[in-house]
């Protein structure tokens, strides 16, 4: 179960009611890669299934892989692994998501293969994406009922004597609608989305004698959208018996966030009985020039939030293969410290008589999180 904390200072005390709820989110491209690229979240938002786009042999394990191979996974994770294949795979793994409560759903359609010549391989991914707008209103146009996204993804690997092999791997995407955002925008009947995600990695491996496998990999990812929010006119009521009309607006957000990664892991067979152990070790650091103004249960979030986060994790897996059979488990710690901040447009006095300049922070927010996660 996650762990939070925070604390806040601030300029101005008046500054203290506003409530800080960043959502870092699409960053990785399927959820299946977390153990390499890790997404911080400060909101319990459900974005379904969108971004598993990538087949896996081990999905029903709850993706156990530390101390596992996934022939159909590991190409995409690390690129080095694409010249761990004898032979070529292609695999066509059309999806269906749906979320209840009319929140919406989809479809995929990914298209991946590895192929080998000698000591090279290279790979792709090719997907394309429906996801249904949610809870439409009577005004919303037609247009707006449904959003497509495409992913693509090229690899390109070698293999090298003493068991070595280097791989990189380029990916991105065009992006018309993240499920969830609509849940972070309280009272708006529209939300139109754009933006592209992005990501670059290199890969080198090792396996010798006894079994023994080991890994380092480096990444930078790039995820950009931009939020054009629109809130419908209502009236509040003051009593005895005051309507006030409230105009209709429209306003435009962007949610941008750019990670550098580092990740290793290592696994060899234990004992005689056939067991393997794994570990693994990550480390990201997360720049967030710009966070949307979230709205959620009509409290707005400080405005003009960039930060940044370090995130890290430490993880032990271990596996059996029994004939057709095979048992595995994974345990990752997972802790994170976030900072962000809000900055002043212009110069400001504040109520206590003091200025803040423009560009100074008027609150600083720093949140931290351990997350300890198990699967089998």
């Given at each position: 179960m996650p762990l939070l904390c925070s604390s806040r200072r601030t300029r101005d005390s008046q500054a203290a009611v506003a409530l800080t709820a960043s959502l870092l989110c699409g960053v990785a491209f399927t959820s299946e890669l977390t153990a390499q690229q890790i997404s911080p979240r400060t909101v319990p938002v459900q974005m379904g299934q969108q971004f598993d786009i990538v087949p896996s042999d081990r999905a029903a394990m709850g993706n156990v892989r530390i101390a596992l191979d996934d022939a159909l996974l590991d190409p995409f994770v690390n690129p080095a692994k694409a010249t761990r294949l004898k032979a070529g795979l292609l695999s066509v793994a059309p999806m269906?998501?749906?979320?209840s409560n009319a929140r919406g759903g989809g479809k995929t359609l990914p298209i991946s293969g590895i192929f080998t010549s000698g000591a090279w391989s290279f790979g792709g991914l090719f997907a394309m994406q429906q996801l249904d707008r949610t809870q439409l209103t009577w005004n919303?146009?037609?247009s707006e009922r449904a959003?497509?996204?495409q992913y693509l993804t090229a690899i390109i690997a070698r293999r090298f004597g003493d068991g070595y092999s280097l791989g990189a791997s380029v990916y991105?995407?065009?992006l018309e609608a993240e499920q969830g955002v609509d849940q972070l925008y309280s009272g708006a009947d529209r939300i139109v989305q754009d933006g592209s995600a992005s990501d670059a990695r290199v890969g080198l491996t090792r396996q010798w004698g006894g079994g023994q496998k080991f890994e380092v990999m480096v990444l930078r990812s790039n995820f950009d959208m931009t939020h054009d929010v629109h809130y419908?006119?209502?009236q509040t009521f003051t009593p005895p018996n005051t309507f006030t009309p409230v105009a209709a607006r429209a306003e435009n957000f962007r949610d941008h966030?750019?990670?550098?990664?580092?990740?290793?892991?290592?696994?060899?067979?234990v004992g005689t009985e056939g067991?393997?152990?794994g570990v693994l070790g990550t480390i990201n650091r997360l720049s967030h020039p710009k966070i949307p103004d979230y709205r959620i249960n009509n409290v707005f979030t400080v405005p003009r939030d960039p930060g940044h986060t370090w995130a890290y994790n430490a993880g032990v897996?271990?596996?059996r293969v029994l004939g057709s059979g095979t048992f595995g488990f994974d345990v990752i710690l997972e802790p994170m410290y976030s900072t962000t901040w809000a900055e002043a447009a212009k110069d400001t006095v504040t109520a206590r008589g003091t200025t803040i300049l423009k560009g100074a922070h008027t609150v600083d927010n720093r949140q931290r999180r351990c997350a300890a996660s198990g699967s089998r």
């Open positions: 269906l998501l749906n979320q919303a146009p037609l959003a497509s996204n991105s995407a065009t419908p006119s209502f966030t750019t990670t550098w990664g580092a990740h290793s892991e290592y696994s060899r067979p067991w393997t152990l897996g271990m596996s």
